[in-house]
């Protein structure tokens, strides 16, 4: 059973650079995309973000100039940089896999909460 | 980019009914892009359906999927006590770039 758990800071200064990553235990990373989403509290998803394991990736447009995503296939983990952030950028981060034809999302991790604030 | 509407905002049923969820796209979106997730407070999302009509792994039966274009569905045919969630439509598409309906809320009545 393939499990993602994130990790990084819960708290983030404005202007500051938030980092995350993902650990991918009870499977390979290789040959899959990974992804990054996020959740503001009592809000919807926004897609963050792709990487697939040979390093490649893509970004939303909307955070592309803030995004970094990079993977560490030795470690089998993941990883996000958002810089920047605002106050906006508070949400529930979830990292995830992307499977059924690299299109839809079926493992998550279980989420986690990053606040910005000074 | 393609946004997707979900109505109703909250549908109130009790368990044992049926419920119809809908998802509308603003551009037609190809049905082997358009998945569906439930999610529980607290917890992460789950998928349920890919492919517009296919189930993930594990999921039972009364969920089902159909539509193609820009209207989609979701059905589940009698509510059971677990089914009442928030559920989220989301394509997939060029670029490649994903995006997410805004959600539908199956409450208790």
């Known amino acids: 059973q393939v499990q993602l758990q994130e990790s990084g800071p819960g708290l983030v200064k404005p202007s500051e650079t938030l980092s995350l990553t993902c650990t991918v235990s009870g499977g390979s990373i290789s040959s899959y995309y990974w992804s990054w989403i996020r959740q503001p509290a009592g809000k919807g998803l926004e897609w963050i973000g792709r990487?697939?394991?040979?390093?490649?990736?893509n970004y939303n447009p909307s955070l592309k100039s803030r995004v970094t995503m990079s993977v560490d296939t030795s470690k089998n983990q993941f990883s996000l940089k958002l810089s920047s952030v605002t106050a906006a950028d508070t949400a529930v981060y979830y990292c995830a896999r992307v499977d059924y034809g690299a299109t839809a999302f079926d493992y998550w991790g279980q989420g986690t909460l990053v606040t910005v604030s000074s | 980019e393609i946004v997707l509407t979900q109505s109703p905002g909250t549908l109130s049923l009790s368990p044992g009914e049926r419920a119809t969820l809908s998802c509308r796209a603003s551009q037609s979106v190809s049905s082997s892009y358009l998945a569906w997730y439930q999610q529980k407070p607290g917890q992460a999302p789950r998928l349920l359906i890919y492919g517009a009509s296919s189930r993930a792994t594990g999921i039972p039966d009364r969920f089902s999927g159909s539509g193609s274009g820009t209207d989609f569905t979701l059905t589940i045919s009698r509510l059971e006590p677990e089914d009442f969630a928030v559920y989220y439509c989301?394509?997939?598409?060029?670029?490649?770039?994903?995006?997410f309906g805004q959600g539908t809320k199956v409450e208790i009545k």
């Open positions: 990487i697939y394991t040979s390093g490649s990736t």
């Open positions: 989301q394509q997939y598409g060029s670029s490649p770039r994903w995006t």
